[in-house]
């Protein structure tokens, strides 16, 4: 398989289906994503948690976001992707914006985060 269809593999199994369950907010979509011996490490916040940590945190944001009305979109960049056989590799920047819903009369509130 070349290099361009290997990240088009990606796509279509990890990144759509990951930009989808956030959109959606679907923690389980979201979890399917997720190998069961995962550690994550959120350097800004220094926070560092195995898969049903970071599940918790994250159904506890979708929820939130549900609560206030807001609309949830994710966007990638990759700046860098290697794959070698069954191993990849990608580094990259992502983009939330979050819509919420405006007060009466008001312009609504765009969060980008």
Known sequence: MTDAGAFE???????????????????AAFAQLYAPDLIRVEAATRWVGGL????????TFFEDMTDRGATISIAFRFVERVVDGPIA???????????????AG???DILRI
């Open 9 to 27: 593999e990606l796509n279509h199994d990890v990144w759509r289906p990951f930009m989808e369950a956030y959109t959606q907010r679907d923690t």
């Open 52 to 59: 049903d940590a970071y599940l918790d945190r994250t159904a």
């Open 89 to 103: 590799s990608e580094r990259g920047i992502y983009r939330i914006d979050m819509l919420l819903p405006a007060e």
């Open 106 to 108: 008001q312009e609504p």
